[in-house]
């Protein structure tokens, strides 16, 4: 389990230099090492264009945004696979919004009943999906560890698509794809 260790206290010139903002996010800015005004007003208001990282940086990025443009221009039905948590489902939001955004429909989400179906892929789950005549499956934030139900996707000629940041084993699963930071 990770430990997260807050500073106790904030220097008197930090706390002034961050006095625009109430004491909590003025510890919580501290503890992730703002120390003044114009960088908390970055880390708190971020731009994109130019505070954020080439996402081609992740190994398989390339690969991962071919296989998703032939599948669109391709029409091909792809799910949508995410985990039911605080950031499975944002991430999942994201990507079905890009899509309808761009005018592509023909796409499913699927998101695991978490006391019937537990985390992560499952065999009922992915035969579902195959029986809706899904071509790609895309997981957020799960999968990372999912060994078998990989392999029985790509049995089943289910290109699968695997974007976790959880900590992988000492191998991925064999998937079409894996995007992981980690």
Known sequence: MKTYAIREEIPKDVYEALRAHDPLVRSLLYSRGVTDGAAADVFLNPNYDTHTHDPFLLLNMD???????????SNEKVAIYSDYD?????????????????GFTNFV?????????????????IESLIADDVKLIITIDCGITDYTHAEFAQSEGIDLIITDHHIPGKEVPKAFAVINPK
């Open 109 to 125: 989400n699927y998101i695991p009943m978490r006391n019937e179906e537990g985390y992560g892929l499952n065999h009922d789950a």
């Open 86 to 102: 605080c950031d499975g489902i944002p991430g999942a939001v994201v990507l079905h919004d890009f899509l309808k955004k761009i």
């Open 63 to 73: 690969k991962v945004v071919e296989r998703i443009l032939k599948a669109i221009e």
